[in-house]
Nanobody
């Protein structure tokens, strides 16, 4: 059974950095595209980054472009999200997921399964 297990996150001051990691269990992540989403209180889940299966395509939402970087470590079987220049509006629960519905838009959460457990990121002074 495919599972994605997240680590990282926490509390950081504005302008700071955090790194999130998404590890595959029972699944080889290099065989799939993997995306990162976030959900702030009272808001819908928002897609923010996706790495295609072969890594030739990287997608970023406008809200994080230039600040966040998605990468994969095949040796560790992880897909990581490096978050720099964090802002208070980045505060949310962050999720990784495996993309299985490639006919859907890259930001459509219905095209993903095996969601990670979620990790809180709080940006506050």
């Amino acid at each position: 059974q495919a599972q994605l297990v997240q680590s990282g996150g926490g509390l950081v001051q504005p302008g700071g950095s955090l790194r999130l990691s998404c590890a595959g269990s029972g699944v080889t992540l290099e065989d799939y595209a993997v995306g990162w989403f976030r959900q702030a209180p009272g808001k819908e889940r928002e897609g923010i980054s996706c790495r295609s299966r072969g890594g030739r395509s990287l997608f970023y939402a406008d809200s994080v472009k230039g600040r966040f970087t998605i990468s994969r470590d095949n040796a560790k079987n992880t897909v990581d999200l490096q978050m720099n220049s964090l802002k208070p509006e980045d505060t949310a629960v962050y999720y990784c997921a495996r993309r299985v519905g490639t006919w859907r838009g890259v930001w459509d959460p219905h095209g993903y399964d095996s969601w990670g457990q979620g990790t809180q990121v709080t940006v506050s002074s």
